[in-house]
C-alpha cells in the first residue's frame, strides 16, 4: 500500500521532500502546500503529479499518511498543532518552536492524540557525530565529563542576517535556531540533558551594515557567495537585523557533565569543532565532513602531542554528509510503522528550552537559568517510543 506524503512550505528546506519520494520504496508525495507563488511553480515542476494548493485545509483533508512541516521557524507552531490534531503523523523540521510554551504544547497536543512526531534533527545522522558517539560509547575516553563546541558559521552573514532569521520575532536567536542542533549534539554525546544555562553575547558586526533591504520573494540561494567578504562588507542585509552573531554559552548537565557552545557569524571559515573530555582520554574532530578526522588523544604527553590515534570522517551521498536521506528515511519507517528512532521528541524540546534561557540570560546579566521539566507522563510517553 502507497504511503502518501504530504509537503508544508517547499522553499529553503525543500529539498528534503525528494527524500521523501520514493514511489519505488511505496511512498510518493501526493500534495504540497506553499503559501507562496515561487514554492508552488518549484514544486509544481518537482512533482508533477501532486496537488499543489496554497490551502493548509486542504491537505489536511487529503488523507495523507504523513507530512513533513519545512516552513521557517516561526510557523512551526501554528501547523504542527494542526497536523497532529488530524492524526497525521508529522515529521518537524528543527527546532520545533521558537518558544518554551509552543515546543510544549506540541509534546502535550502529540501525546493527547496519540500522534506520531518526530523532529529534524539530521545531525544525529552525520557520520562526524556517528562516529564521536560510537567512540564515546565504547569507552575509548572513559566517562565523559566535560564537552566544548565552538561553531564557526562563516556564511553567516549570508545565510542568517538576510532574511527572516534576523529578526527575533521569527527565531527568537540564533543561540535557538542555528544551535538547536549543537546543543542537541552535545546532549546526545553526554548521555544527559542540561539543568542550568548561561550566557553572553552580542551583535559585534552586522548591526554596524546600514546597507539593508526587503528581500521578499527571493532565497539564499539568489545572494549568497563566499566572495561577499570581508563581513562588514556585506549588502542588502534585512530591515530588522536583532539577533546576536557572537555567542557563548555554559550548560550544567545531567550526571555532573559541563558543556560550553560559542557561535560566531562573521569566520572565514565554516565548520564545528567538538572537543569531548573523558576520565581516560579526550577527542576533537577536524572538519565536520568527508575529508576530516577524528582525532584521539589516550596517553599522557610531556606537552603538545600529535593524536595518538586518526579516524577518518566517512562520506555519506546527500545533504549533510549523508544525513539528510536517512533522517527522512528513518522517519518514513516511524510514520508507518512506529519502533525506535535515533531522534527523540523531548530531546529536541530539550534544545529548544536551552536555546530560549541561554537567550534570557545572553540578554539580561548572563545569570545561570533552571531549566524547568516536562510533565513526567509526556516524557515518559515519547521516551517509550511512542506508543500507540
Known sequence: ????????????????????????DGSTVTIVCDTSERGRADAAEAFPEATITADLTELLDSGI???????????????VRLTLAAGIATFCEKPLAVTVSDATELLQIAYDNRTRLYVGHNMRHMPVVTQMRELIRSGRIGEVTAIWCRHFV??????????????????????LQKAAHDIDVIHWLAGGYTRRVSAMGALQVYGRITDRRDRTGERMGDWSSVDNWPPLSQTGLNPVVDVEDLSMVHMDLDGGVLASYQQC???????????VIGTQGRLENQGDGAGGRIEIWDRRHPGWAAPDATIPI????????????????????????GGDTETSPVAAWQSVVTGVLATQSLRSDGSALDVPRLPREVEEYFNAGQPT
Do not use: C
Request: a negative charge.
Open 1 to 24: 500500500m502507497t504511503q502518501k506524503i504530504g509537503i508544508v512550505g517547499y522553499g529553503l528546506r525543500g529539498g528534503l521532500a525528494k527524500h521523501a519520494h520514493r514511489p519505488e
Open 65 to 79: 499518511d504523513a507530512v513533513l512541516v519545512l516552513t521557517p521557524d516561526h510557523t512551526h507552531h501554528a501547523i
Open 154 to 175: 562563516g556564511h553567516g552573514g549570508d545565510f542568517y542576517f538576510k532574511d527572516w532569521h534576523a529578526d527575533r520575532r521569527n527565531t527568537t536567536s540564533l543561540l
Open 265 to 275: 557569524h562573521y569566520t572565514p571559515d565554516y565548520w564545528r569543532n567538538y572537543t
Open 314 to 337: 566517512e562520506a555519506g551521498a546527500g545533504g549533510h554528509g549523508g544525513a539528510d536521506p536517512v533522517l527522512i528515511g528513518e522517519f518514513l519507517r516511524f510514520a508507518r510503522e
